[in-house]
């Protein structure tokens, strides 16, 4: 990990620092319209390009034809990263064109707009916070809980951490079947959420109804199906390495200041361009728990305003790739670290 600054050693030192840079991006929570919708439709447009180049090759190349999911996968990375902001109210300057957008998004991306949205703010209002964990967040135990563990709960844990069982397999099930069932949420959101999910299913059951009688379920099958898992595994991916590296930051309440741990405990993956437009520089995650009212195409701006989060938690892909290896909190040295049987 590229780290070159020295964070501050005392709580207050951190917690100052953090609400500090809070209030120096403030600026830039501020939505642009015109930019907003150029980015809502380019996303389609990849998305487009990747089911016309499909469509073109299915009667003569099936080969030709699965070669065009990735590029589908890309386009609803980018898609889901608008819907995301979508949720945080950030992407338009108008709540109702955002909740339709995000809703619109949705039926492509299969995230029910409203539950996905009300159980992230769960994850943004307890991020970092050991006695608020589940919320949206990959699980994480401490060195003393997996102790504890039995000889099964260990393997199970390990295999849940995995990148293939947790990036690979989890992208299908979470978009295909978690995304399906209804999450109960707060009392305010349980009725919110049942509608949320229920709709999309309803929607999406009809799209394949409508599939089936038309003779296209293979062509489903066989581009659309894999497409939405295969971005399903890079949302995961992206996730995973936005809060999992090693010095990272979780706090039992008492310790615990929301401000600190959006910034100690997010990171910067950088990506070269033109990848980091392509995928909505989901990898600036600093900035978005710092102030989620801020949309990623303002990130650019932010950055260059405010160089001292340009090399503020860094990772590499070859660093995220290490991080898979750690899979414990270590409370006494205030660190992830690799688990030991």
């Known amino acids: 990990m590229d780290q070159d600054l020295e964070k501050p050693v005392t709580a207050e030192s951190m917690q100052s620092r953090a609400r500090r840079l809070q209030r120096a991006i403030g600026a830039h929570a501020r939505a642009r319209?015109?930019?907003a919708l150029v980015e809502?439709?380019?996303?389609?447009?990849?998305?487009?390009?990747?089911?016309?180049?499909?469509?073109?090759?299915?009667?003569?190349?099936?080969?030709?034809?699965?070669?065009a999911v990735p590029l589908i996968a890309i386009g609803l990375v980018r898609l889901f990263v608008v819907q995301h902001d979508c949720g945080h109210q950030a992407f338009f300057s108008s709540r109702t064109a955002n909740l339709w957008a995000g809703r619109l998004c949705s039926a492509l991306t299969l995230f029910p707009?409203?539950?996905?949205?009300?159980?992230?703010?769960?994850?943004?209002?307890?991020?970092?916070n050991l006695e608020r964990r589940g919320a949206g967040d990959v699980k994480t135990i401490t060195r003393s809980e997996y102790a504890e563990f039995s000889s099964a709960q260990k393997l199970i844990y390990r295999m849940y951490r995995h990148p293939l069982v947790l990036v690979g397999i989890g992208g299908a099930f979470y978009t295909m079947v978690r995304n399906r069932i209804p999450r109960r949420g707060t009392s305010e959101h349980g009725r919110e959420n049942l509608t949320s999910s229920m709709s999309l299913n309803a929607f999406l059951m009809a799209v394949l109804a409508a599939a089936w009688e038309t003779d296209i379920?293979?062509?489903v099958g066989a581009i659309s199906?894999?497409?939405?898992?295969?971005?399903?595994?890079?949302?995961?991916?992206f996730f995973f390495v936005g809060h999992q590296f090693e010095s990272t930051f979780w706090a039992r309440e008492a310790d615990w200041d929301l401000t600190t741990a959006a910034l100690y405990g997010s990171s910067f993956l950088k990506l070269?361009?033109?990848l980091g437009w392509v995928f909505g520089y989901?990898?600036?995650?600093h900035i978005h728990h710092l102030n989620s009212r801020i949309p990623f195409y303002n990130f650019g701006r932010c950055l260059s305003e405010n160089e001292e989060l340009l090399d503020w938690n860094v990772v590499s892909v070859a660093d995220a790739a290490r991080a898979t290896r750690l899979?414990?909190?270590?409370e006494e040295k205030s660190r992830l670290a690799e688990a030991t049987n």
């Open 113 to 128: 707009f409203s539950q996905w949205r009300n159980n992230h703010a769960a994850h943004h209002a307890g991020v970092g």
């Open 217 to 219: 379920l293979a062509f």
């Open 282 to 285: 989901v990898g600036t995650h």
């Open 225 to 237: 199906a894999p497409a939405i898992a295969l971005g399903g595994s890079i949302g995961i991916a």
């Open 33 to 35: 319209d015109l930019r």
């Open 327 to 330: 899979t414990v909190w270590d």
């Open 272 to 274: 070269p361009e033109p």
């Open 40 to 67: 809502l439709f380019s996303s389609m447009a990849i998305i487009a390009c990747g089911y016309a180049i499909a469509i073109s090759q299915w009667s003569t190349s099936l080969l030709a034809s699965v070669a």
